[in-house]
């Protein structure tokens, strides 16, 4: 499976985005997916997850009521929709196909992985 990420960018605070994960080689509907990211100098951090159906999420305190993951399995696509933008969400955000078709916050859940996308948040 290759994950492609896409749509970040440099926005001010305040400011939406939205990121998107295209999967080629292997659907991926099968699986849970979720979105990380990792600032400079900080440890990669979880940010949310979906289930294989898209009934089920999952989302980092920090996030909550900003962020939406979504799914659109006929497009082997995962998307993360971001509101409300603050400085502190500048990363590089990734995408990961879980092991299994739950959520989960745990990145050892995860095996395949995108090659992430920069978010930048301007004050």
């Known amino acids: 499976v290759q994950l492609q990420a896409s749509g970040g960018g440099l926005v001010q605070a305040g400011g939406s985005l939205r990121l998107s994960c295209a999967a080629s080689?292997?659907?991926?509907?099968?699986?849970?997916m979720g979105w990380f990211r990792q600032a400079p100098g900080k440890e990669r951090e979880f940010v949310a997850s979906?289930?294989?159906?898209?009934?089920?999420?999952y989302y980092a305190d920090s996030v909550k009521g900003r962020f939406t993951i979504s799914r659109d399995n006929a497009k082997n696509t995962v998307y993360l929709q971001i509101h409300s933008l603050k400085p502190e969400d500048t990363a590089v955000y990734y995408c990961a196909q879980a092991r299994g078709p739950g959520i989960s916050q745990n990145d050892n859940n995860y095996h395949y992985w995108g090659q992430g996308t920069q978010v930048t948040v301007s004050s």
């Open positions: 080689g292997r659907a991926v509907s099968n699986n849970g």
């Open positions: 979906i289930n294989w159906r898209g009934g089920s999420t």
